[in-house]
Nanobody, 121 residues
Framework: QVQLVESGGGLVQPGGSLRLSCAASGFTFSNYVMSWYRQAPGKERELVAR????????NYADSVKGRFTISRDNGKNTVYLQMNSLKPEDTAVYSCNAWRPRGLNIPYDYWGQGTQVTVSS
């Protein structure tokens, strides 16, 4: 059974930091591209950060570059999102995603339930 379980969200003041974790099980984690997405109320879901299966390449949304860092530990089947210098506009539900192509078939695509991040004074 595939599971992605996020943790680490909460309430933080502007300028503060949080570290999100996403623990994976039920699939071969090291074969998957891992991403963090977020969705704020009334807005579409957006990609925040992505990391390749080996961790060798990352990319970020322009709005978080220089503030957020995605990383992974394939030995622990976990992906992380370190969020620094948080702003009120970072408030959203953050979800992790696991993705792997499957030839001409629909890719493997798994989602966690999400964790709430609220940035407010």
């Amino acid at each position: 059974q595939v599971q992605l379980v996020e943790s680490g969200g909460g309430l933080v003041q502007p300028g503060g930091s949080l570290r999100l974790s996403c623990a994976a099980s039920g699939f071969t984690f090291s074969n998957y591209v891992m991403s963090w997405y977020r969705q704020a109320p009334g807005k579409e879901r957006e990609l925040v950060a992505r990391i390749t299966s080996t961790g060798g390449n990352t990319n970020y949304a322009d709005s978080v570059k220089g503030r957020f860092t995605i990383s992974r530990d394939n030995g622990k089947n976990t992906v992380y999102l370190q969020m620094n210098s948080l702003k009120p506009e970072d408030t959203a539900v953050y979800s992790c995603n696991a993705w792997r192509p499957r030839g001409l078939n629909i890719p493997y695509d798994y989602w966690g339930q999400g964790t709430q991040v609220t940035v407010s004074s």
